[in-house]
């Protein structure tokens, strides 16, 4: 672990792919080199060891919190390079200010978030400094992440300040992925893989959901409509991910953002509004460069994701079915934890490297292209110069940005760089998945977990139901051994839809939304206890179709964001009212999918309520002031008429 720390230490602060390239293979190293001086005074500190890097960070932190006034300068000698040696940073001059996160809370902070002690850097992993440091207006992080967002997120940060530590158990450092493992990122911005979380205490549970008898209602001769029992078949209904703003620590909510929560939350059977984040609870995030706190009401219901396709860590996972869990800051939620895990995000597509090398950067760095420096850095941000990768259309991934999906990275047992798109064709990855999948059910079933979703495709709703077929132990008649969560059988079809270019009806994007609907509906009357679809990704992309182009580069398209003020779609014959109408039409194919025996195919939605991130348009539902916008009053009033429609049947 220490190791680890050292290279993403020392990677952080060096934009020279060659040095990230040695970093990346400490073993070519044969010395470090550790100086600090004071004014005209130096002190130098060599050493030589088979595990001189680990010493040689421990050198450093040490040194550094024992005297403010020493400047730190990190020298790497490489082997066969003796006396050349490297000049990583200035920046580490703000090293004195930092230690390694301790304290109430402080281990299981997401980095780019604090307490009322300690603020934990996003950069280098598991250093914090003292809360009174965010926002002083002095850099004092490597990385500038204090002062990072000061204006947008200071209201959030004195709310904040005025909650109590909770103590919890310490949480492992999370891990950046190096380019051969399939591994999570410590940087949190938009639609990314999820941080590691604390483990929380026993709570009070979620009141029971009523329940209505089954029957089998007599509509014409041969023709039945199975009337399904809410407590088993629930309408988690609509839902949201992103920042909700005007959510405070207090419970308060603006009066604005009320109305949009009291709409929505019509459509659920719990009468509460879904929210998910990619993760296994509420955290900060990060969208078109502003850091949001995840602060949800009690008119939520949180649904956790094991993001990857690896073991859910037991530790981390929230009892389901109950409320007043930490969150990945370490506060109680008033929220509900959902009784539903989602499966791995987007397995079924390579995707895409997020940031500037966006629909260019393919595939991670290979180990050849590491060692030879040609291995270039994409970056967040949507302010940044697009950037390219390598000849071979890869780059580093895994140090300041993070892959679409799972199936962007390798996975332990499978042949290949990116075996999951791919992975019925190997049966052994398919053992390999499917025995960890089974593990993390048992997990989940023993925290009070009922339901489990399938992967959250992006395109291929047969490769949900290759799963189904595989984790249920389902013959091709369609007999299945498993049926339920304790045994590793998903009941809900997990998928994401996207349209493009403010062009759903020309460029197909309904047309596409109805067959992926009519697949879920095909498997649902394949395999009855399949109770439907959790969508939980709809919104648009900027750029022109695939049907046009395969590789989905921003602004390629007819209607390019950034020739839009607000960065959203404009008024055209398609859309008259812009994506507001997008929503509605959606939203009704939504209540109009059934099955032949009358169930609805669609159980859950969420919009995609984020700003230009991973390559769409700003589908935020609120303006800046707070006030809802066209989309917003458009869901509202769709999820308003879905949760009718459900009432009725």
Same mark, same amino acid.
């Given at each position: 672990?220490?190791?680890?720390?050292?290279?993403?230490?020392?990677?952080?602060?060096?934009?020279?792919?060659?040095?990230?390239?040695?970093?990346?293979?400490?073993?070519?190293?044969?010395?470090?080199?550790?100086?600090?001086?004071?004014h005209d005074r130096s002190r130098m500190c060599r050493v030589k060891t088979?595990?001189? *890097?680990?010493? =040689? %960070? #421990? @050198?450093?932190? &040490?040194?550094?919190? !024992?005297?403010? $006034?020493?400047?730190?300068?990190?020298?790497?000698?490489?082997?066969?390079?003796?006396?050349?040696?490297?000049?990583?940073?200035?920046?580490?001059?703000?090293?004195?200010?930092?230690?390694?996160?301790?304290?109430?809370?402080?281990?299981?902070?997401?980095?780019?978030?604090?307490?009322?002690?300690?603020?934990?850097?996003?950069?280098?992993?598991?250093?914090?400094?003292?809360?009174?440091?965010?926002?002083?207006?002095?850099?004092?992080?490597?990385?500038?992440?204090?002062?990072?967002?000061?204006?947008?997120?200071?209201? *959030?940060?004195? =709310? %904040? #300040? @005025?909650?109590? &530590?909770?103590?919890? !158990?310490?949480? $492992?450092?999370?891990?950046?992925?190096?380019?051969?493992?399939?591994?999570?990122?410590?940087?949190?911005?938009?639609?990314?893989?999820?941080?590691?979380?604390?483990?929380?205490?026993?709570?009070?549970?979620?009141?029971?959901?009523?329940?209505?008898?089954?029957?089998?209602?007599?509509?014409?001769?041969?023709?039945?409509?199975?009337?399904?029992?809410?407590?088993?078949?629930?309408?988690?209904?609509?839902?949201?991910?992103?920042?909700?703003?005007?959510?405070?620590?207090?419970?308060?909510?603006?009066?604005?953002?009320?109305?949009?929560?009291?709409?929505?939350?019509?459509?659920?059977?719990?009468?509460?509004?879904?929210?998910?984040?990619?993760?296994?609870?509420?955290?900060?995030?990060?969208?078109?460069?502003?850091?949001?706190?995840?602060?949800?009401?009690?008119?939520?219901?949180?649904?956790?994701?094991?993001?990857?396709?690896?073991?859910?860590?037991?530790?981390?996972?929230?009892?389901?079915?109950?409320?007043?869990?930490?969150?990945?800051?370490?506060?109680?939620?008033?929220?509900?934890?959902?009784?539903?895990?989602?499966?791995?995000?987007?397995?079924?597509?390579?995707?895409?490297?997020?940031?500037?090398?966006?629909?260019?950067?393919?595939?991670?760095?290979?180990?050849?292209?590491?060692?030879?420096?040609?291995?270039?850095?994409?970056?967040?941000?949507?302010?940044?110069?697009?950037?390219?990768?390598?000849?071979?259309?890869?780059?580093?991934?895994?140090?300041?940005?993070?892959?679409?999906?799972?199936?962007?990275?390798?996975?332990?047992?499978?042949?290949?760089?990116?075996?999951?798109?791919?992975?019925?064709?190997?049966?052994?990855?398919?053992?390999?998945?499917?025995?960890?999948?089974?593990?993390?059910?048992?997990?989940?079933?023993?925290?009070?977990?009922?339901?489990?979703?399938?992967?959250?495709?992006?395109?291929?709703?047969?490769?949900?139901?290759?799963?189904?077929?595989?984790?249920?132990?389902?013959?091709?008649?369609?007999?299945?051994?498993?049926?339920?969560?304790?045994?590793?059988?998903p009941v809900y079809v997990g998928f994401h839809f996207y349209a493009y270019?403010?062009?759903?009806?020309?460029?197909?994007?309904?047309?596409?939304?109805?067959?992926?609907?009519?697949?879920?509906?095909?498997?649902?009357?394949?395999?009855?206890?399949?109770?439907?679809?959790?969508?939980?990704?709809?919104?648009?992309?900027?750029?022109?179709?695939?049907?046009?182009?395969?590789?989905?580069?921003?602004?390629?398209?007819?209607?390019?964001?950034?020739?839009?003020?607000?960065?959203?779609?404009?008024?055209?014959?398609?859309?008259?009212?812009?994506?507001?109408?997008?929503?509605?039409?959606?939203?009704?194919?939504?209540?109009?999918?059934?099955?032949?025996?009358?169930?609805?195919?669609?159980?859950?939605?969420?919009?995609?309520?984020?700003?230009?991130?991973?390559?769409?348009?700003?589908?935020?539902?609120?303006?800046?002031?707070?006030?809802?916008?066209?989309?917003?009053?458009?869901?509202?009033?769709?999820?308003?008429?879905?949760?009718?429609?459900?009432?009725?049947?």
């Open positions: 672990m220490a190791a680890f720390n050292l290279r993403q230490v020392l990677a952080d602060v060096t934009a020279d792919p060659e040095a990230t390239a040695v970093l990346l293979a400490p073993e070519k190293a044969q010395h470090v080199h550790v100086g600090f001086t004071d088979a595990f001189g *890097a680990v010493v =040689a %960070l #421990a @050198a450093f932190v &040490a040194l550094a919190w !024992a005297s403010h $006034a020493y400047t730190p300068h990190v020298q790497r000698i490489v082997a066969g390079q003796e006396g050349t040696p490297w000049l990583f940073s200035q920046a580490y001059a703000a090293a004195s200010a930092m230690l390694p996160c301790h304290g109430p809370n402080s281990d299981v902070l997401q980095p780019g978030s604090g307490n009322s002690k300690v603020w934990k850097c996003m950069g280098p992993p598991g250093m914090c400094i003292e809360a009174s440091g965010r926002c002083d207006g002095i850099q004092t992080c490597l990385d500038a992440s204090d002062e990072n967002g000061c204006d947008a997120t200071s209201v *959030a940060n004195a =709310a %904040l #300040a @005025a909650v109590p &530590a909770v103590p919890v !158990a310490p949480a $492992a450092t999370p891990l950046i992925p190096p380019h051969a493992q399939q591994k999570a990122p410590w940087v949190v911005a938009g639609p990314m893989p999820p941080i590691v979380s604390p483990a929380v205490p026993t709570v009070p549970a979620v009141p029971a959901v009523p329940a209505a008898a089954a029957a089998v209602k007599l509509l014409a001769p041969g023709v039945h409509k199975m009337l399904v029992d809410s407590s088993t078949d629930p309408n988690w209904g609509c839902g949201l991910l992103g920042d909700v703003p005007g959510i405070s620590f207090d419970g308060s909510v603006a009066e604005e953002t009320q109305r949009l929560i009291d709409g929505i939350k019509e459509s659920s059977t719990f009468r509460k509004v879904s929210f998910w984040n990619w993760n296994l609870a509420p955290m900060t995030g990060e969208s078109f460069g502003t850091k949001h706190m995840e602060v949800l009401s009690s008119d939520f219901i949180f649904m956790p994701e094991q993001w990857g396709t690896t073991v859910v860590e037991d530790k981390y996972l929230r009892p389901a079915g109950k409320s007043n869990f930490l969150d990945s800051n370490g506060h109680p939620s008033p929220a509900y934890m959902a009784t539903i895990l989602l499966g791995s995000n987007e397995p079924d597509i390579a995707g895409s490297c997020m940031g500037n090398m966006f629909g260019k950067c393919s595939r991670s760095c290979s180990d050849a292209a590491v060692a030879a420096g040609a291995c270039p850095a994409a970056r967040l941000g949507n302010d940044l110069e697009p950037a390219l990768p390598n000849a071979q259309g890869e780059c580093n991934c895994w140090q300041f940005s993070h892959a679409t999906g799972v199936g962007f990275w390798p996975l332990q047992g499978c042949a290949g760089t990116q075996p999951l798109p791919d992975m019925w064709r190997d049966s052994q990855c398919v053992d390999v998945v499917i025995e960890n999948w089974k593990k993390t059910a048992a997990i989940a079933a023993a925290k009070g977990y009922k339901y489990l979703s399938t992967p959250l495709v992006a395109e291929n709703v047969d490769y949900a139901k290759n799963f189904i077929k595989k984790a249920c132990d389902c013959t091709e008649g369609g007999i299945c051994g498993c049926t339920d969560a304790s045994c590793g059988c270019d403010c062009r759903p009806e020309q460029a197909g994007g309904y047309a596409a939304f109805q067959k992926r609907l009519d697949g879920v509906k095909s498997i649902m009357e394949t395999f009855t206890f399949v109770k439907g679809a959790i969508i939980n990704e709809v919104g648009m992309l900027n750029c022109r179709p695939s049907t046009e182009d395969p590789i989905c580069v921003p602004n390629s398209g007819k209607y390019p964001a950034s020739k839009v003020l607000d960065n959203s779609c404009p008024a055209n014959d398609e859309l008259p009212n812009g994506l507001g109408t997008f929503v509605e039409k959606i939203m009704d194919q939504v209540m109009a999918a059934k099955t032949s025996d009358g169930r609805a195919v669609v159980k859950g939605l969420s919009w995609f309520n984020a700003n230009m991130d991973g390559g769409t348009y700003n589908l935020q539902l609120f303006e800046k002031d707070g006030s809802m916008n066209n989309i917003g009053e458009a869901y509202m009033r769709s999820c308003a008429k879905w949760g009718r429609a459900t009432a009725e049947r």
